[in-house]
Structures are given as C-alpha cells and as structure tokens.
C-alpha cells in the first residue's frame, strides 16, 4: 500500500477516471467517511456582522487600526522642530526605500514634435525618456511672450486618453491663462503610454495596467509608483534644462491619480516649490472605513505599519506650501481629509507659516470641477507668480484629442527602441540573477532560509500561538492559527487513526469542497488507507471573497485584491500568513490525533502550492512527501508575462532580489513532486522544471 498520494492528483479531471472512482465511493468505501457531506463548516457570520467572506478584511482592518494608532500617539509626542525634521527625513527614507531606489539619471533625448498656438497660450507636444527607450508623452502650455515662465507639473488621473482627455486639457488650460506653463504628461498605461491590450485588441483599463506592472515590481522589490514618481522627477529635468523655464519656480498639480502622484512627488522632490493635490488625500483610517485600499501605486508596502500616513506627504512637503482639494461627494472620505488638514495646519503654524496650508472643497464629486482647476491656478498665482489677484475660469475650448497626439499613432511602443515597464521589471529581475545563483550555494541555505522567513514575514514555530482544533460535527472541523483567523476542514478518519503514522493535508486553490467533490480525497483515502483533512487556508474556500459577477480586474488581480493589498500595506504577505496556517494545521492534528511525530503528506494544489511550498522549505521536519500541482514555475515567469492572471495572493515583495521558486524546490529534492504546473497567465505548461 503506497505511503503518499504522490502521483494520485492530476488524473481525477478524466471523465472515465470520474466515472471509475464513482462506482468506488458508491460501493467501496465506508459510508463513516461521510464523502459528500460537504456542507459549509463555518456559520454564514463569524462574528456578529462580519460574513466569513469578510474574515480576512476584518481582521487585516483590526490590525491596521492598531498601527495606525500607534502613529496618531507618535504624532500627538511632536512638539520640536527637531522632532518634525527628523519625522519628515525616517518617512522620505523609508519612502525611497520601499520604491526600491531611483535609477540613474540618463539623457532625456526630449523631440518636439509639433507646435500649435491657440487663443492666448501656445502648445508644444513633446516626449523624452526619463529611462534609456522609456518615453513620456506630453503636452506644453506655454503663455505668449519669450518668458521666462513658472512652470507646473499636471500628472493626470486614471484615464485611458490622460492628458489628451478634455477634463485635464481644462485644467491646464486655465493655469497657463494665469501665466504659469503647464508640462501635462501621460502616466504609464495611459493615453499614448499603453502597455498592456486584452485580446479584442484594446488596451484594458489603466488601473489594471498599474496593477500587472506592479505585480512584477512588488516580486523585484518596487512598485509602480516608482515608475510614475521617476517620470515626474525627469518631467522636472526637462522643464529645468528650457530657457523659457524658470528652473527654481516649479508647482505641481492633479487629480485622483494625479492627485496620488502629486502627493508623492511634493513629499520627495524638494524642487516642487507649491502643490495642489485633488481627490485623493484622505487617510487609511478614513480609506479603510468607507472604500479600503485603492489602486496598487497607491499601497507602499508596509506603510502603515512603519507610521506613514497620507498626511505625511504634506508634513514631508513642510514648510512648502499645499493646497489640499477635496470634494465633498468624493469616495475619497472628506473627513479624512479634513482630519490630515488639521495635521497639516498644526505644523505649518508650528513652523510660523500657517498660510501655506489650505484646504477647498467643492460640493461636488470625484473630478476635476471648475472650483478645483480655479483653485489651483490661483494657488500656483500666489506661490510661482506672487500675485494674489484671483482669475476665473472663463470660456475653455479644448481641442480634438487625437490632434495632441505627441507620437505618430498615439503609441509610444511603436518607437524606434522603446521599451515598455514589463521590459524595464525584465531587466532589473536579471540584475539580481547573480545575487540568486549565490544564495542558491549549500553553504548559503541556512543564511537564505533566514532571508525568506524575513521576507515573507513568517513566524518562528516558538512565536506562534497554541493553535485551536474544534470539532462541528462527526468529519467537520475548525482550526484557528490565531485569534480571528478561522480555518474549516473535513477530517476523514479510519478506524485506527488515532495510532495511525500518516495523514494526508490537502490544500485546494478552490477550497475543501472542491478537493472533495472532485474526489481528490477518496482516492487519498482509497490508496493510503489512512485519514485524510480537506481544509481551507485563509482567504481561500469559504471565507474567500465573492462576486457577483466577476471583473476583468478580478480575473487578473483577483477578487480578494483589496485584502492583499492591505496585507501589503501592513508589510505582511498571503505566502507567509498561509504557511502560517499550514504549520498550525500540523500542530493541531499532531495533538488531536495523539502523535507528536505526526509528518503529514502535503498536497497543494492552485493557489495553495506556493504557501505550501514555502512552508515545507522553511519547516521540512514537519512532513512527510510534499506534492504540489497546477501552481507556477517560477516568479520570474510573472515578471515576463504582461497578461498574469490571480497571482497577487502569491506574490512575495522583494523576493526576487533574494530568491525564486526553483530554488524551494530544489531544497526538498525527492521529498517533493512538482506536477502539472501552471503558467502565470493560468494555462497549463508543458512541463515541470
């Protein structure tokens, strides 16, 4: 009788394998198993007004509380202005560090490539490479006469047309009327910046195309904003090396997204003389009460966690001035806004400049509306031209979009030597290829087992609490790791297994029903004849979100993206929480079933294999043989493949400066088999590596 279910998974989708295993469940097996009963283990609510789709929020959200706090207290202890200088230099340090750095400053090679005079402003539409091959697309505003003029910066929202679009054309228009230039530029996967296109052949929207590039960054220990705060900054060079620009008088302004790169970009680059951010600043207490988590340049990793707030990109600006813009029928909470407002005055009038922290809000929603593009013009009036004349808006008249095209198709792709940010996050994955060939050495394995515990942010064994086992009935089971944390199972038992040697763990990416009702366990139970557990992990099964009807954001990212966004946020990681789960589960049956000894098999399958993997690399002593099916070959192959589909639960920030998935593997050698594995944008590869 076989010792191990290896070799067992991965044949049950054959429909006369199906039929086979039916007529053994029907005839064969004890009906004690209770195979089919696979009932919901878990009440509809595991605390009063929490569904269990929602455990994983909740309990993200509690912690989140907590540090955020713990950052209120910190704040409320400023009273110095060395206090508030050495609060200002830990957060821009820390803020450069999670974007993994800046590349090196390259030539920006900027081609106008045409020239328009409209009314009383002109226009030049323009791009440069603000990296070797990586071109910014943008418009310039320029007022009539020689200069030289202020200029503003104007990152746009999240829009497939950007800059072209009418609403951001406004409000670069009425700034260059009040005398300032205006660089308005296409952020990455938007306007002419595209990067990513579904298979109709148009590109999918830009959040998704943020959140794709930022699932290989995270891997390399960056994110998006990195890219998007490095093209503000060369947009800064380029408007610094014109005559016609005046190189020390330059303001910033934008909304939602921009609003975000604004923000960003106020707080780290001290040439930024005044900013206007737009419906955006808030608050995580705010954000986490009403939206949550927004797109992924917006969650620096561990941010929260470490203390850095959405009101510390104001206070890193300090003492340069702000214009907070916030509307109030904004998803982005208005009191929140008003809350870092408060934080914001405090110190600028600690610091004798009261004045150069202000606040608007228009009774309007999300947008850029008159009072907003009104409000900034005469922000960048007051700071960049020292007049304190207010203008209005006046009669605007934006052009055809296609007409500020600044490439010939409207695709910076199509250049000569482009390159897109998937080859960008290529290239820096190739850099750490070194640094991953010397850690795979055997000498180095106890040094690079430290480094993934770190990574992933796992526990040592000591540290974790004494896990809880209660049993719901005659095969269901719950497991808690931790407070909050709930784990549903089906524990199949044969008559000796309180003396039995070994168990089998099944781990499905689907859950426990689905390991169930495919007959994955009967056949387990069928060749090892020993006790077999279905269980959930985390977020996975019966306390995975659901939809109602899925997104191509939830097909691409995933249904739970805003839980693993905030896990990320907090600076934690899905890998490590799950692997968590899977030493619990060992610690929970070893006493439950009276065997401390206890090496269960493993079998993981989807979305569970890379915890899985994870956590029989850094605790081999707990099991026994490890199978792990339908899970990716490597996270490099997420780097290179633009269109991934659901692998932001098992992404590990960081990890490929240090290591990747082969090398796991090759850790366990012959205790583990690696089938059927997938490839990142969720088809099968042809074979395992």
Known sequence: MPSSPTGLIGSWRNPIVMKFFGLIIATLLPIHFG????????????????PKTEMMAEWLKQQAMVALDRREAAFENLKIDEDLKQWQDERRAFFVRQLGGFPERTPLNPKVTGKLSVDDYRIEKLYFESQPGFHVTATLYLPLGEGPFPAVLHPTGHSASAKNRELYQQASIVIVKGGCAVLCYDPIGQGERQQVYGPDGKPIASTMQHSLIDQGAHLLGSSTAQIMIWDGMRAIDY??????????????????GGGTNTSYLMALDDRIVAAAPGCYLTGFRSLLNTIGPQDAEQNIHGQITFGMDHSDYVLMHLPRPTLIMAATGDYFDIRGAWNLFREGKRF????????????????????????????SANWMRRWLLGLDQPISEGELTPLPEEELNATPHGKVLELEGARSAFDLNSATNQRFAARRA???KPENRDALLSKIRQLIGARNLADLPEPKLTKVGQIRLIIEPEPGIQLPGHLYQTADSK?????????????????IESGETEKIIKATQAPV???????????????????IGDQLVGVDRKDTWL??????????????????????????????????????????GIPALHAAALEPDLFGDVTISNAIKSWTAVVETPLVKNQQPNLVFGALREYDLPMLRKMLGDKLKFTNPANPDGTLAISPQ
Not at 43 to 49: R, T, Y
Not at 246 to 255: K, L, P
Not at 503 to 515: K, M, W
């Open 438 to 440: 010397e850690n795979a």
């Open 567 to 608: 896990a990320n946020l907090l600076g934690k990681t899905y890998v490590g929480l799950r692997a968590e789960d899977i030493w619990q589960i060992v610690r929970a049956l070893r006493k439950e079933l009276g065997n401390e000894t206890l090496k269960p098999h493993l079998l993981a399958y989807g979305e569970a």
């Open 239 to 256: 408007l610094q090396s014109r005559p016609d620009i005046i190189a020390d008088n330059i303001g910033c302004t934008g909304i939602s």
């Open 499 to 515: 003396t039995t040697k070994t168990l089998t763990i099944v781990l499905f990416g689907e859950g426990a029903r689905a390991a």
């Open 35 to 50: 195979f089919g009963q696979t009932t919901d283990v878990l009440p509809a609510e595991i605390s009063p007004g929490v």
């Open 348 to 375: 600028a009038t600690h610091l004798g400049h009261p004045e150069r922290i202000s606040l608007v809000e228009p009774n309007t929603g999300h947008g850029f509306p008159t009072e907003m593009r009104v409000a």
């Open 533 to 551: 557990l279905a269980i959930d992990l985390r977020g996975l099964g019966e306390t995975k979100r659901k939809v109602e009807k899925p997104r």
